[in-house]
């Protein structure tokens, strides 16, 4: 069973950094692709950013240029960087990922991470 657990929220002050990670266990070859999703209390889920294997990302509007995605396949772990946080990047930070195994290409969920910028 493939499973991805998510690290590295917590509080933060504006202006600051977080890293947070997603970590695939399970028999797997490679991840295909990742994104990064998040949700803010009373606002609708929104994709903040996406790559593929090779590395083609895409970033919504609100993160370009503050938030890079990256996926390591040798250590089976996609992160993401986000630098100079806002308030209005506080939500649950969730990460999705087709995950290629010997058998299938499987679409899997983290658990979420808080992430609250606030001073």
């Known amino acids: 069973q493939v499973q991805l657990v998510e690290s590295g929220g917590g509080l933060v002050q504006p202006g600051g950094s977080l890293r947070l990670s997603c970590a695939a266990s399970?028999?797997?070859?490679?991840?295909?692709?990742m994104a990064w999703v998040r949700q803010a209390p009373g606002k609708q889920r929104e994709l903040v950013a996406s790559?593929?294997?090779?590395?083609?990302?895409y970033y919504g509007d609100s993160v370009k240029g503050r938030f890079t995605i990256a996926i390591d396949n040798a250590n089976q772990t996609g992160y993401l960087r986000m630098d100079n946080l806002n308030v209005e990047d506080t939500a649950v930070y969730y990460c999705?990922?087709?995950?290629?195994?010997?058998?299938?290409?499987?679409?899997?969920w983290g658990q979420g991470t808080q992430v609250t910028v606030s001073s």
């Open positions: 790559s593929t294997g090779s590395g083609i990302t």
């Open positions: 999705n990922a087709n995950i290629q195994t010997d058998r299938s290409a499987q679409n899997v």
């Open positions: 399970g028999s797997i070859l490679s991840i295909n692709f």
